[in-house]
């Protein structure tokens, strides 16, 4: 049997690019890849599943159709093109050439019209057609031989011939697609259909009069409100059955040996996969069944395409993507060689085990001789006040790298260490490394200062790509089109609780902690350039790098916890909550498990029936997330005391319970680590605990500061900056008003508040100031115009000013 | 690709702030304010820590800095150092930078956080 398959290529590009909108995809050049890389996961999914044998993609061509033509209205109501998928078309139509598929384009006609024509006429060849699009209009062309291949919000596609056409519109026929469309219009195809009329409705006229046709003559059967509607519509009704027509007479020829399937060309693909980064891709395409015949042991990538290919379509348009990018990365580390990309097998090194005294001699000497020399250290673990040393690594010339193995007590390390402590302290050598603050931290728990000028790779990274991940690995293949040894390598796909750093063959440890300075050295040469280049040099080395050192100083003082305060306050929370929980029972009238979502759910919309409509999560339970609670509160007391019982609960989880567990028992103090890449806007931020999240006014951040306590027999002294924001904000936008304002020391709401009112600064009410604030804030806070009068109540245009 | 940066010259890149789409602008283009403002906070109390660490140790004092929390900053400080901390700390963060307009930081003193915040 032969088997086209027909792409519209516009329907999937903007059904991928809208659903990675809140995480889009973007490389390091800063381009927006999402609609790239979910059309070529949709073209690689029907190619391999499918195996059609033949096959092409229509996009629609610039400029006019005939429906512009006739209406000219039409699709007005779909904004511009996106300027990311402007960019990503040109890509797109290159990928499909590479695939050597060819590219439909007819001036005048969209390719739903191509594709019709396309599929009537191969129908009368005897194929097979699919034509794969998301849109419903669709459903007009099918027959005993032409199906719509619908992607699916569930993930995976399903096939819709003329029974699941007509059973999905409770239609007689799936030609009536046509003048259902044609009554309830199309808000994305901006085709306008009846005013007042929907599915529903439509369904209804089409099921008692069959056709539009026969509805527009027999007019005076209808009643009511619904028989002006349509009397009073009737031309923009025939109108809109006139837009919803797919062509299939579009001056098109159907030569079948030019949609044949052929291989792909794979040089060409390869290179346009790696400009446009898609490492996993190319690693799915051309290496996962090579890795899987090589070395069978191994997981190959294979085992889990659907990851890929299919999460692009669970997610419905506009939800978060995050999930679906970890995964497509973790297929990476699964893989032995990366397309396109070398490694430790085919790339001259020279990495060299340095395991005595005289040796350790030899290699010092050499150092010395350096300006700049990269270093890595080997732990057995990444709490710096609880891991031990295993080894040292240098690097000071490409390809060049050096491994030192530390013995493994105590003060023998420490011992072997001191060998090298006059380099680490020298100010005249530069000290390149990735995350330089825990090598540091590392040698000070050995009595080891880290002096000199410093340069570390990813904080370089982090200024010059804030939003991206700055991983060596990752850095690696970016800039070196390098895969790493990666520290899961050194363990054969044993499970983490079995990783012991100690147990792995030294000469492999050795390639692996070589290669990291290498490669460290390397990035480093590329990175200097790229910070000059990029003016981000007294940022990166005035700034940055001397903070560094700063943020391990105030991570090794640690603070003081108060654990008996933490323990009385736990007693009281743990006392409320109980409270609470009985006023819950008591509210609702049934006893149930606050703390279960599903059991909640069942209380608030079963029982109490709060809303109707109430929203089901993928698992079939009720959300009960805060958002949805949020908007019940007033509906119900009870509501508003599942969202403090659940305060309560997450604060003595993440706090009151967990701070004591933080603390370190070799110091006696909690260590906050604080990492100075990872927000894109430049502020630190701290994880164990996240200092960040602790609540700031409520009685509940009050429990949780009482327990932090200066030394013994100090006090503590605290500084903020009083409205730092809105000083900036003074400075930046130049604003004479604000400026002025704190430089005579007014209250700068009430200031902003005379200004927005136009009175003076004492007839300000407290409620002007209290606006004035929110809009103050809601700049800096970036709410659009629009959120800003909707939370405000002040119509728009009193902002415009 | 446009960027806006902070007062430091730190960036931000905006690719989506000429998009044709609405929402997708609207994130840049709030972005564009909210970026240089956050930003530039960072930058000046990233200046302050520096210099404060540095006069701590340059005048061999035994007060540690313990904690940043937003634009706040803590110290664990003896007594007999206190005054001379308080002015020390202040000082820096006031003058971490010159803008059009004074920077004000407020101090605390206290057995604990709460009591100092």
């Known amino acids: ?13 903007y059904r991928a690019y809208y659903a990675f909108i809140r995480n889009p995809r973007v490389n390091s050049k800063g381009l927006n890849t999402s609609a790239i890389f979910g059309f070529v996961n949709t073209l690689e999914d029907v190619l391999k599943r499918e195996k059609p044998t033949h096959i092409a993609v229509a996009f629609d061509p610039k400029g006019k159709t005939f429906r512009h033509e006739a209406y000219e209205h039409y699709k007005a109501q779909r904004e511009m093109t996106p300027e990311d998928i402007r960019l990503a078309v040109p890509i797109i139509k290159e990928i499909v050439k590479a695939y050597n598929v060819p590219v439909l384009e007819v001036p005048g006609f969209e390719a739903d019209d191509v594709i019709g024509t396309l599929a009537k006429k191969a129908e009368q060849n005897d194929f097979e057609v699919y034509m794969l699009t998301p849109d419903k209009d669709y459903g007009q062309l099918v027959s005993e031989h032409i199906f719509m291949y619908r992607p699916k919000h569930s993930g995976g596609y399903e096939v819709m011939g003329s029974d699941e056409v007509k059973a999905k519109y409770e239609l007689d026929s799936h030609e009536q697609v046509i003048d259902l469309l044609g009554l309830m219009g199309d808000s994305s195809d901006n085709i306008p259909g009846c005013p007042g009329v929907g599915e529903k409705t439509a369904v209804k006229l089409l099921q008692e009069f069959g056709s539009i046709d026969n509805l527009l003559n027999n007019t005076d059967k209808l009643k009511g409100a619904l028989k002006t509607k349509i009397e009073q519509n009737k031309e923009q009704i025939v109108f809109s059955r006139f837009l919803a027509t797919i062509k299939t007479d579009v001056p098109i020829e159907f030569e079948e040996e030019r949609y044949l399937t052929e291989p792909v060309n794979e040089p060409e693909l390869r290179a346009l996969f790696d400009e446009l980064e898609f490492r996993t891709l190319s690693a799915r395409i ?6 899987n015949a090589e070395k069978p042991e191994v997981k190959p990538a294979v085992n889990k395409p659907e990851h890929g290919q299919m999460s692009l379509f669970d997610i419905p348009a506009s939800v978060n993507a995050q999930e679906t990018q ?24 020279h990495y060299v085990l340095v395991s005595d005294k005289a040796q350790r001699a030899g290699l010092i ?12 250290t080997e732990t057995t673990g990444i709490d710096v006040f609880t891991a031990d040393l295993v080894g040292l690594s240098f690097c000071f010339t490409t390809g060049e790298a050096y491994y030192v193995p530390l013995p493994t007590g105590r003060e023998e390390c420490t011992l072997v260490l001191k060998e090298f402590k006059a380099f680490f302290q020298s100010e005249q050598i530069e000290k390149i490394g990735q995350n330089i603050k825990f090598d540091l931290l590392m040698l000070a728990s050995y009595g080891i200062e880290l002096r000199g000028k410093m340069f570390d790779t990813m904080i370089a990274h982090y200024l010059l790509q804030p939003e991206l991940r700055h991983g060596m690995d990752y850095l690696a293949e970016i800039y070196l089109k390098y895969r790493t040894i990666h520290y899961e390598d050194l363990f ?32 480093k040469q590329i990175l200097e350039k790229e910070l000059k280049h990029n003016g981000l040099e007294k940022l990166f080395y005035e700034m940055e790098m001397p903070l560094m050192r700063v943020l391990a100083v105030m991570e090794q003082n640690g603070v003081k916890i108060d654990i008996e305060a933490l323990r009385q306050s736990s007693l009281i929370l743990t006392s409320d909550m109980q409270e609470l929980e009985k006023e819950i029972h008591t509210l609702a009238g049934y006893e149930f498990n606050v703390s279960s979502p599903m059991q909640v759910g069942e209380i608030l919309f079963d029982r109490l029936k709060l809303d109707e409509k109430a929203k089901k999560t993928k698992t079939g339970q009720y959300s009960t997330s805060e958002d949805v609670l949020e908007k019940l509160r007033s509906k119900h007391p009870v509501v508003g005391k599942i969202l403090d019982y659940r305060g309560l609960k997450k604060l003595l989880s993440t706090y009151i319970d967990a701070l004591p567990q933080l603390v370190n028992p070799k110091t006696g103090k909690v260590h906050t680590t604080y990492n100075q890449t990872v927000a894109a806007t430049g502020r630190l931020s701290s994880t164990n605990p996240n200092l960040q999240n602790i609540p700031v006014r409520d009685e509940l951040g009050r429990e949780i500061r009482k327990a932090f306590i200066p030394e013994e027999g100090e006090v503590l002294l605290s500084a903020d900056y009083s409205q730092i924001e809105l000083r900036i904000m003074a400075h930046l936008s130049g604003d004479a008003n604000m400026i002025s304002a704190f430089n005579s020391g007014y209250d700068i709401h009430a200031a902003t508040a005379a200004k927005i009112y136009k009175v003076p600064i004492e007839e300000v009410t407290s409620d002007m100031r209290r606006k004035a604030k929110t809009a103050n804030f809601g700049i800096i806070y970036g709410i659009s115009t629009f959120g800003l009068s909707e939370r405000l109540n002040i119509p728009r245009e009193n902002w415009v000013t | 690709m446009g960027y806006v940066e902070t007062i430091f010259g730190r960036k931000r890149f905006l690719s989506d702030i000429n998009s044709q789409n609405s929402i997708v602008r609207g994130f840049a283009e709030r972005n564009a304010v909210n970026a240089p403002i956050q930003g530039s906070a960072a930058d000046i109390i990233k200046i302050a820590m520096i210099r404060i660490q540095d006069e701590l140790e340059k005048r061999k004092l035994k007060s540690k800095m313990t904690l940043q929390v937003h634009d706040e900053l803590n110290f664990s400080v003896p007594q007999v150092e206190l005054d001379e901390v308080r002015e020390l700390v202040v000082r820096e963060m006031e003058q971490a930078i010159a803008l059009k307009v004074p920077l004000i930081a407020e101090c605390g003193v206290g057995a604990n956080w709460l009591e100092a915040h």
């Open chain 1, 365 to 376: 000497t050499k150092l010395f001789n350096q300006k700049s020399v990269c270093f890595d």
């Open chain 1, 286 to 291: 051309w290496n996962a069944g090579k890795a």
């Open chain 1, 492 to 523: 054969g796909g044993k499970p983490k609780t079995q990783q012991n750093i100690l147990n792995v063959d030294l000469n492999l440890l050795c390639d692996y902690a070589a290669e990291d300075a290498d490669i460290t050295f390397q990035l």
């Open chain 1, 326 to 349: 970890p995964d497509l990365f973790s297929q990476l580390q699964d893989m032995q060689t990366v397309a396109g990309m070398r490694n430790i097998h085919e790339v001259s090194h």
């Open chain 1, 1 to 13: 049997m032969k088997k086209l398959f027909l792409l519209d290529a516009y329907a999937i590009i």
